[in-house]
């Protein structure tokens, strides 16, 4: 009687921790397709040129953020902007002849 029980007790075990792996891979899943970006290159470029009126000369999606970079007169702006809110993360200048 003694080695049913356990032997019940093992199975279910094994079950409970079948279930808890493919409950943490369908996380995983879930959690890398919803990193796709809500902003397109065209709306963060927008966002970039409300802070300074020049002309982008690059976009581009590294991870996370969008580096965005324009050009006014001499210098040349970078900013990094979040893909999923918009919110402009930092920003950088320099000279540029």
């Known amino acids: 009687m003694k080695e049913k029980i356990l032997s019940f007790l093992n199975k279910n075990f094994m079950?409970?921790?079948?279930g808890m792996v493919?409950?943490?891979?369908?996380?995983?899943?879930?959690?890398?397709?919803?990193?796709?970006?809500?902003?397109?290159?065209?709306?963060?470029?927008k966002i970039a040129l409300e802070k300074i009126n020049g002309k982008v000369i690059g976009c581009e999606l590294?991870?996370?953020n969008y580096e965005v970079t324009v050009h006014h007169e001499n210098?040349?702006?970078?900013?990094?902007i979040s893909?999923?809110?918009?919110?402009?993360?930092?920003?950088?200048s320099e000279i540029v002849k």
């Open 15 to 18: 079950f409970i921790v079948a």
């Open 22 to 45: 493919l409950l943490i891979v369908l996380l995983l899943i879930m959690i890398l397709f919803n990193n796709k970006p809500k902003l397109t290159c065209e709306e963060v470029e």
């Open 62 to 64: 590294e991870r996370r």
């Open 75 to 80: 210098y040349e702006y970078e900013f990094k």
């Open 83 to 92: 893909a999923k809110t918009g919110e402009v993360m930092s920003y950088e």
